[in-house]
């Protein structure tokens, strides 16, 4: 069992709950906060113990039924902090729908790797792309399976592996400053200032100063490094990246490019069964690794980041 949830049990009394909601609701500048959080404490607790129960279910479920009860869980924990920003979530039936869509499957040569998922204009994924990370604009934006996998840095040795394709740089973290490497800008195909200028804009840091082979820009929160992911979290080294390649260099929380993978993985295991039973017992191409892996990281790292949100939300706002 994942132990991160023995954290999540603050969530589990009512009584406490409905007092962080009411705190962050009062910070917002939220109508009647007490009322709100009242209305809504038990809601939230629900959503937590339900997207628990999903994973610990998936936790020793066989793989064939995880990516469905893993979509179902990140859904679920989606729909909590949603609650935190917006107290009458959903106000709307609009709000309730994926968000995403695939296209028509699945012609004889199909590859995973190589499908897309497509934006939607209404449903959750636009909805928390919004309220939670003010992304505007996303609807109609695709996503092949192979460019959200490359941004998942516990894959990376996987990349090497079988594509020998590296897609992360180590960015090293002192006093939470930032230090890159030079060498960034050789494989960015740029100079040195104009790297300077692209960490400046995309990352939203300040340059600080410059040594022989390190550049180093004014520190990042851990809300910022890990929730907004301007950085890539390496859950298990406890490390960062920054994609090898400029174009990947997209602001994009790792949350939402779970979801959307497990989107298109539930899709695939509850409407596409052939193939997908194909896959699992034959093993017949790189698909399978890179999916078993994901899913393997994702069960333990999406509880951890969405705590990291409830936890600097309701425990340390003021850092």
């Given amino acids: 069992m994942n132990s991160i949830w023995r954290y999540y049990t603050s969530f589990h009394s009512s009584q406490t709950t409905q ?17 709100k959080a009242f209305q809504n ?11 628990e129960n999903y994973y610990n279910t998936a936790i020793f479920s066989p793989l064939a039924v995880k990516p469905t009860l893993c979509f179902y869980g990140i859904s679920q924990l989606l729909k909590g902090a949603l609650l935190t920003v917006d107290p009458d979530y959903p106000s709307n039936s609009a709000v309730l729908a994926h968000g995403v869509s695939t296209r028509k499957r699945k012609k004889q040569h199909y590859q995973f790797l190589s499908d ?16 939670l990370f003010h992304m505007k604009h996303v609807e109609g934006e695709k996503f092949s399976m192979k460019s959200l996998l490359k941004r998942i840095p516990e894959l990376q040795a996987h990349f090497k592996h079988h594509f020998q394709l590296t897609t992360m740089f180590p960015v090293h973290l002192s006093n939470s400053y930032i230090h890159i490497d030079k060498s960034l800008a050789d494989y ?4 040195t200032e104009r790297l300077k200028e ?4 995309k990352l939203s840091v300040t340059f600080k100063q410059e040594y022989d082979h390190k550049l180093v820009f004014q520190p990042l929160t851990p809300f910022e490094r890990i929730w907004q992911s301007k950085l890539f979290f390496h859950v298990f080294e406890n490390k960062y990246y920054l994609p090898i390649h400029k174009e990947d260099l997209k602001i994009f929380p790792e949350i939402l490019v779970h979801y959307l993978i497990l989107y ?11 193939w997908w039973y194909d ?3 034959s093993h017949s191409s790189d698909d399978y690794i890179f999916i078993k892996n994901f899913l393997d990281i994702s069960l333990v790292k999406i509880p951890i980041i969405t ?13």
């Fill in 198 to 201: 692209i960490i400046n804009t």
């Fill in 307 to 319: 705590y990291f949100y409830f936890h600097f939300l309701f425990f340390n706002n003021n850092e």
């Fill in 19 to 35: 007092r962080l909601l009411e705190k962050i609701y009062k910070k917002n500048g939220i109508i009647s906060p007490n009322q």
């Fill in 279 to 281: 896959l699992l017992k």
């Fill in 116 to 131: 897309e998922v497509k934006i939607q204009k209404y449903g959750l994924f636009g909805y928390v792309a919004n309220c």
């Fill in 188 to 191: 960015y195909h740029i100079s």
């Fill in 264 to 274: 298109n993985l539930s899709m695939i295991s509850r409407y596409e069964t052939e």
């Fill in 41 to 51: 404490c038990y809601t939230f607790m629900y959503y937590i113990m339900h997207a």
